[in-house]
């Protein structure tokens, strides 16, 4: 198997772009893929300050590579879970990251704030990653906010949208086609801007980067993910991709051709003002006087 672009020796294929590449080639094909999806989506631009969510995996771990290999000012956010060895070992992925490149990090350690995942999930009687969403939510926007960031990115992957985009549509929750985007815009200085910009990259691909550009990330999945539905719709997604290489792309590339047909259904009131929509308790922005995170961390 030989490389599309220069002949040499092929070190991965890619059947849905029917196409191979060596290493260095690859690098450009990725570099290429996250640059089209900033540029196609005006994720951010080289002069915003970006907070990079990192979790220790090989989607997050790359981002930030990718980030600052393509030129911008990208610092990171490490949420500690509290989620028994996996979330120290998580951890330690992240700070030797750090460290080789001497770069900025934010650490928030659930532990330390009285409140790790497992503990808040018993205490609520809720599942560990309805409560997990939440908490990391509110963090990335607070962290976000208070530190006068621009923008978020999260390491969000093809594979993770398309998925999410299955279980959107097989329940038909029209809220939540309405607001899935790779972007979601920012309001005022108190809702910070959300961006993916792996968006057009699969799980595979973001992982051979990873490998091939030597980051060593954390294999584990966190142990609350078993049996996630989330897994399911990738699985179901992978088996037609196996069959017709594509239409994962395809499939979530069209939504976002059409996606503005979910948002006019919902007719939503955008949130214009976030000044007068602020929790009564934290003053992260919130439509409710009691936001989500306050009401899980402070039950009354
Ligand atoms: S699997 Fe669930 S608990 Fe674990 S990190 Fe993801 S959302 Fe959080
Ligand atoms: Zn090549
Ligand atoms: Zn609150």
Redesign the pocket.
Known sequence: MKCRRCRQRAVIDLKSHNTAFCADCFFVFVERQVRRAIKEHQMCSRRDRILVCV?GGKDSLALWDLLLRLGYRAEGLYID?G?EDYSRRSREKVEAFVQGRGLELRVVSLEEEGFP?PELARRNRRA??SV??TV?RHYFNRVAAEGGYDVVATGHNLDDEAGRLLGNLLHWQWEYLSKQSPVLPGVGEALVKKVEPLCRLTERETAAYALLRGIDYQLE?????RG?TSLKYKEVLNLLEDWMPGTKAAFYQGFLKNSEIFRRETDQAPLESPSSFRCSQCGQPSLAEICNFCRLTNPT
């Open positions: 979790s879970l989620i995942i560990e990653c997990c969403g990391k999945e966190c142990p609350m993910s996630a």
